[in-house]
């Protein structure tokens, strides 16, 4: 008796996790086999009809796609050919496939009402002003920082701070921390980021609580995530711009956090008191308030003393 | 002239400018960072920084010195705390201070050579040297490495309540270098004490 209604209880628990699994099951997992059964994973079998057998080969690590990335990503609900020509599922590829037109972000994203508050338009207005696109204009593009195949959102999310950080780093990393993918866009040798930041104390610790574009992308008004990356010359390299009650996080890093949970506690930047301390940035208005009257008492007292030491003398 | 007593050695002389230097570095700079502004820079913030990191590493090897000499010295007794009676000793020398001492009235602890500080002093100076200072260089030595650091607190983040108390001990320590220095004054004349911690020869009341 004891025992079913434990297992009773037991089931309980386990329905609600699993109806939700059941919810998240992508639309295409079983078309995007026919995709994935090759790019999926390192090695792909083919039959070869002038040989007549089954032929395994490596898959070239590039063309390599991770499953469970692509279905967190924002496009988990596609078929890989509702972007890429219905004859890939043809194998061996033609040859004329790889000149194939790309979709750009506004193909699908421009003037969609529900996507209003990204604000496709404006960023795209950002990204042709950055350096990034002014120096190799079409050759970089949207794309080259949101893979097709594993972007997600982050910064609009109720992830923690420092994941969003890591993940947005990354994407910049994946290029300036590797020379494979930089020199797809040019010959110039790749600077080496840990070396040209060696300014920052701590750099590793920087580099884990702020993001690349906190200090290399013009402050958006309009945009949640700045897109505007400008020349070096130009990133911020003063500390107090974030190390002061009136921080730059405030209006990049953490706007979303402090757009959702204004200061609720009546703290200064309770957004950045949550998740991180930045010196000169997180101050608290009642301590400070408590220390200036504690500090004006014993100054005071120290007065009062002296005047009369002096007068009974 | 009045009487003279041999009562700070000269490592104590030492290690009490080198100390004092150099918490007041750490004050000015500390405040220039906790408060800093883009308009009104005390003091440039990675030069704070810089300063203020150096200062800190010194100040741990100057109060090891400290520790060691006066731990391992005849100094030692003068910081023992007699907790019986300590109370009734502490309000005698706050009655003192506050009414005393502008009567006229003699001191209830004249300061000999068995006894350096009044009950008030030697509290504050237990306080300041042996809990004060330890736990601000070790809540700094945490904030430099803040991989060490427990990430999350009972919900707060470990970081944020390190950092925070960091700074209250500051700030009470400041508050301590403040009456400490007025209280300096106190002396037979008001330079004399300043003069005894430079020879080493205290100036008793005649
Ligand atoms: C410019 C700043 C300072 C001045 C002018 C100053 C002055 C003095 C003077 C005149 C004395 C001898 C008289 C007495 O015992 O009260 C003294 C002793 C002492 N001071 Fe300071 N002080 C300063 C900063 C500090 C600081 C920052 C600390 C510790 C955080 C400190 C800790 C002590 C201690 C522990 C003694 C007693 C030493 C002993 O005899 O064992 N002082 N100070």
Redesign the interface.
């Known amino acids: 008796m004891k025992r079913s209604i434990f297992s009773l209880l037991f089931l309980l628990i386990l329905i609600p996790g699993r109806t939700q699994d059941e919810q998240e099951t992508p639309d295409h997992v079983k078309e995007n086999k026919t995709c994935l059964q090759c790019h999926g994973n390192q090695y792909y079998y083919y039959y070869n009809d002038w040989v007549e057998r089954d032929i395994k080969e490596r898959m070239n690590p590039y063309y390599i796609i991770d499953s469970s990335d692509y279905y967190h990503s924002v496009h988990h609900a596609f078929y890989c050919i509702d972007c890429h020509s219905t004859e890939y599922e043809e194998f061996p590829h033609a040859g004329y496939l790889r000149m194939e037109y790309q979709y750009t972000c506004l193909d699908c994203h421009g003037g969609d009402e529900t996507y209003a508050q990204y604000n496709f338009e404006q960023i795209q207005v950002e990204f042709e002003r950055s350096v990034h696109s002014t120096r190799h204009n079409e050759a970089f593009t949207c794309w080259m920082c949101h893979d097709p195949h594993s972007y997600q959102v982050s910064a609009r999310s109720e992830r923690p701070i420092t994941e969003t950080v890591a993940y947005d780093n990354e994407i910049c990393l994946s290029c300036h921390a590797n020379v494979n993918k930089f020199k797809l866009l040019t010959d110039r040798d790749n600077p080496n980021v840990i070396e040209s930041h060696d300014w920052l104390p701590n750099q590793p610790l920087h580099f884990r609580k702020v993001r690349c574009i906190e200090c290399h992308a013009k402050l958006s008004d309009t945009l949640l995530v700045a897109h505007e990356i400008q020349p070096k010359s130009q990133a911020v390299k003063k500390c107090v711009e974030c190390h002061s009650s009136n921080s730059l996080l405030l209006a990049s890093l953490y706007k979303y956090q402090a757009q959702e949970k204004r200061s609720k506690a009546g703290f200064f930047n309770a957004a950045i008191m949550n998740e991180a301390y930045v010196i000169g940035a997180n101050r608290n208005y009642y301590l400070n308030v408590i220390s200036a009257i504690i500090f004006g008492l014993v100054i005071f007292g120290i007065a009062i003393h002296a005047i009369l030491r002096i007068i009974k003398k | 002239m009045g009487v003279k007593i041999y009562l700070y050695p000269f490592w104590l002389r030492i290690w009490h400018w080198v100390n004092a230097i150099l918490i007041i570095l750490l004050i000015i700079t500390g405040i220039s960072?906790?408060?800093?502004?883009?308009e009104y820079?005390l003091i440039?913030?990675?030069i704070a920084?810089?300063i203020h990191?150096l200062s800190g590493i010194l100040l741990t090897a100057s109060y090891m010195f400290f520790l060691i000499f006066n731990l391992g010295g005849p100094n030692r007794k003068y910081y023992r705390l007699q907790i019986k009676g300590l109370g009734n000793r502490l309000m005698k020398q706050f009655r003192y201070?506050i009414s005393g001492?502008?009567?006229?009235e003699k001191a209830p602890f004249p300061i000999s050579e068995k006894r350096k500080f009044n009950p008030l002093q030697k509290l504050t100076y237990v306080l300041t040297m042996y809990i004060g200072i330890p736990l601000i260089l070790i809540t700094g030595w945490a904030l430099l490495f803040?991989e060490v650091i427990i990430h999350n607190f009972l919900g707060a983040?470990g970081?944020?309540l390190?950092?925070?108390f960091h700074v209250?001990i500051g700030?009470f320590l400041?508050?301590f270098l403040?009456?400490h220095i007025?209280f300096a004054?106190?002396g037979k004349t008001a330079a004399s004490n300043f003069r005894a911690m430079i020879n080493g020869w205290h100036e008793a009341h005649d």
């Open positions: 960072m906790q408060y800093s502004n883009p820079p440039r913030f990675d920084v810089t990191n201070y001492i502008f009567k006229g803040p983040s970081l944020y390190t950092a925070l209250m700030f400041s508050i403040f009456i007025y004054t106190i």
